[in-house]
């Protein structure tokens, strides 16, 4: 089975702190996303990779930034973590460009304060 | 673009009573469709997807989706629900020519009371 891990379930950070959120898929698979998700909006795709060292902004991107160094890792980084930043974030990945199925990471609760 | 719409945020219904979830798209070219499904404290994971072929398509426990292309739907369907149904469920899209882009709709709460 395809697995996608987060590196942290829960995270609590202060206002202006650099915030790192780890992903990492076992699947050799060529894409990857990072989502946010809020109650009443569904997932937003802040930014996603087609491969190592790629990387294209989502719907969402601001005051976000992440990092693809190798194939199976990929991190999404808060420069300078906002109380609006205060989501769950989910990780995803997927292979190939055709059928669209992607494979989720259980998550990633940020709470800025 | 494409857009998903989800027009109801909490569906309550009775164990073993038929359920249905909607969903409506929006996109100017062919489609991919999708329903997910997130168990709580989980992240989501695919419940089924329309690539093309039977506009009926079905999953392994029990729910069905019918892409219908006139009315740009593809709602979701129970004829019986258990509680282990309880979840939220999202319906997403996605065209033939960004199949790697993804749009999510706004998740539909589903409460099962016995």
């Known amino acids: 089975d395809v697995k996608v891990t987060q590196s942290s379930r829960y995270l609590v950070k202060r206002t202006g702190e650099k915030v790192f959120l780890e992903c990492v898929q076992d699947?050799?698979?060529?894409?990857m996303f990072w989502y946010r998700q809020d109650p009443g909006l569904g997932l937003r795709l802040i930014y996603f990779?087609?491969?190592?060292?790629?990387?294209e902004k989502g719907d969402i991107p601001e005051g976000y930034s992440v990092s693809r160094e190798k194939k199976e890792r990929f991190s999404l980084i808060l420069e300078s973590a906002s109380t609006n930043q205060t989501s769950m974030y989910l990780c995803?990945?997927?292979?190939?460009?055709?059928?669209?199925?992607?494979?989720f990471g259980e998550g990633s609760r940020l709470t800025v304060l | 673009a494409q857009s998903v719409t989800q027009l109801d945020s909490q569906v309550p219904v009775f164990e073993e009573a038929p359920v249905e979830l909607r969903c409506n798209y929006s996109?100017?070219?062919?489609?991919?469709l999708f329903w997910y499904v997130q168990y709580p404290n989980q992240g989501l994971q695919l419940l089924l997807k329309?690539?093309?072929?039977?506009?009926l398509v079905e999953s392994i426990n029990g729910f069905e989706a019918e892409f219908n292309k006139s009315q740009t739907s593809f709602h979701l369907r129970k004829p019986s629900v258990h509680i282990s149904d309880t979840a939220e469920y999202f319906c997403?899209?996605?065209?033939?020519?960004?199949?790697?882009?993804?749009?999510f709709g706004s998740g539909t709460r589903l409460s099962i009371r016995p």
């Open positions: 995803a990945s997927s292979q190939g460009r055709e059928t669209g199925e992607l494979f």
């Open positions: 699947m050799d698979h060529e894409n």
């Open positions: 990779s087609y491969d190592v060292k790629m990387k």
């Open positions: 996109s100017s070219v062919s489609v991919y």
């Open positions: 329309y690539l093309s072929g039977s506009t």
């Open positions: 997403a899209v996605t065209s033939y020519s960004s199949a790697s882009k993804i749009i």
